[in-house]
């Protein structure tokens, strides 16, 4: 044994997955499944695919544009790229603003659009089993004002619902484009 036990663990881990391999089966760990982004947003959770998102941030260096929709809060320069700023909270209608010092910004992985969404918190990634589907999705979509359109599926997990964000859909909408 080696003066590294987590070492000695990722070792084994490796062997495992070899031996399989050479019998010609895949070793699957829980994160084997869809790897999202889990956020709150007004209290509520959401979740999006880990590959619409490109980089998660804070909202620094706000930069205001005016005469645009409440929900348009400014743009940010990350990285020499500019993106606009949408906040999802107001946007979806909630009536409260996403503060800029204590939220978080989702940087999207969209090349003809660089948008980025304000939220109130990222928790960080997520999986979540097939079986934990929320059945009743339709009654819960009032809840979800303005996101109920963008919403295709919800999760029950550690006592909680979850609902994943389409954020394809959300950037070809008609209502997210439109700014002023």
Not at 131 to 154: F, H, I, M, W
């Amino acid at each position: 044994m080696s003066a590294n036990p987590a070492f000695d663990v990722l070792s084994q881990l490796r062997q495992d997955a070899l031996d399989l391999a050479a019998q010609g089966l895949v070793y699957s760990t829980q994160s084997a499944g869809v790897k999202n982004i889990a956020f709150v947003v007004n209290g509520i959770n959401f979740f999006c695919d880990a590959n619409a998102v490109k980089e998660v941030a804070i909202c620094d260096g706000l930069m205001t544009v005016p005469q645009t929709k409440t929900w348009m809060r400014g743009l940010i320069n990350s990285k020499g790229v500019l993106y606009s700023v949408t906040d999802l909270s107001l946007f979806a209608g909630y009536g409260r603003p996403t503060s800029t010092q204590k939220g978080h910004l989702l940087l999207l992985d969209e090349k003809d659009k660089q948008s980025a969404l304000l939220v109130n918190r990222v928790i960080g990634f997520r999986y979540f089993e097939g079986d934990q589907t929320v059945a009743d999705l339709e009654s819960k979509l009032d809840l979800l004002d303005g996101l109920g359109t963008y919403v295709v599926q919800g999760h029950h997990a550690d006592g909680e619902d979850w609902y994943q964000l389409n954020i394809t859909k959300l950037l070809e909408s008609e209502q997210f484009r439109e700014i002023q």
